[in-house]
Every structure is written in structure tokens, then in C-alpha cells.
């Protein structure tokens, strides 16, 4: 199904600012750039603008890459994002869900998954 994450092993988030005017291309080329390799078909990868009020996907399907793109309805509403550098840092499937309810990804009163 077209843009279906829900496949993804792994979510990487793309921490610090990221230009939303980037395409596809540009977003592509920053995985390039900080992982070292293309983004692959069991990864989804999150950009966030300095605004954080909007998101967006990179993800790999067999037959090419998609973009998603989120922008919150919410006046005054963020996302919660990780500022500290430029870096590629995995994520769980909790700490998704925490990100996309405006949580801080960092919870740390949760019970910690070994």
C-alpha cells in the first residue's frame, strides 16, 4: 500500500533543523550524507522544519521512494523535537508515538524496554 510505515523495523529520526523546502532528492541525499548508505525498504526517516509544526517521511517501497508530509491544524501546536545536532538517531515505535502526540521522545518516568 502506498506510503503504508507501518512495515518499517526501524524509524530514524533526522534530529536538529532540517529545510522543508528540501524534495524528495534533498532529503534522500541528507540520509546519503549522515548514514552513509540509501535509505532502505525496513527504514522510515523523519525531517522537521524550525517551526515544528510539520513533518516529513522519507520512505523506501519496492518500486521507489515516497514522501509524506504532516502540518499540525493545532494553533501553537509542536512537535517535540531533538535540537541537540545534526544526527541520524533510531527510535522506537513508542518514542514514534510519544513524537507525534507532542511528546518529548525521551520519557523518562516510562518503564525502559530491554
Same mark, same amino acid.
Given at each position: 500500500?502506498?506510503?503504508? #510505515?507501518?512495515?518499517?523495523? /526501524?524509524? +530514524? #529520526?533526522?534530529?536538529? +533543523?532540517?529545510?522543508?523546502?528540501?524534495?524528495?532528492?534533498?532529503?534522500?541525499?541528507?540520509?546519503?550524507?549522515?548514514?552513509?548508505?540509501?535509505? /532502505?525498504?525496513?527504514?522510515?526517516?523523519?525531517?522537521?522544519?524550525?517551526?515544528?509544526?510539520?513533518?516529513?517521511?522519507?520512505?523506501?517501497?519496492?518500486?521507489?521512494?515516497?514522501?509524506? +508530509?504532516?502540518?499540525?491544524?493545532?494553533?501553537?501546536?509542536? +512537535?517535540?523535537?531533538?535540537? /541537540?545536532?545534526?544526527?541520524?538517531?533510531?527510535?522506537?515505535?513508542?518514542?514514534?508515538?510519544?513524537?507525534?502526540?507532542?511528546?518529548?521522545?525521551?520519557?523518562?518516568?516510562? #518503564?525502559?524496554?530491554?
Amino acid at each position: 500500500m502506498l506510503g503504508d #510505515i507501518s512495515g518499517a523495523a /526501524n524509524i +530514524y #529520526i533526522i534530529t536538529g +533543523y532540517t529545510d522543508m523546502r528540501k524534495s524528495l532528492d534533498g532529503l534522500y541525499a541528507i540520509v546519503m550524507d549522515q548514514l552513509g548508505e540509501e535509505p /532502505n525498504e525496513h527504514s522510515i526517516y523523519l525531517f522537521c522544519g524550525k517551526r515544528c509544526d510539520r513533518i516529513k517521511v522519507l520512505l523506501r517501497e519496492p518500486d521507489g521512494y515516497v514522501l509524506l +508530509y504532516k502540518r499540525l491544524d493545532v494553533v501553537q501546536g509542536r +512537535y517535540r523535537w531533538p535540537r /541537540n545536532r545534526s544526527e541520524v538517531k533510531p527510535i522506537t515505535w513508542q518514542q514514534f508515538d510519544w513524537l507525534m502526540s507532542g511528546l518529548e521522545i525521551e520519557q523518562p518516568k516510562a #518503564i525502559k524496554m530491554s
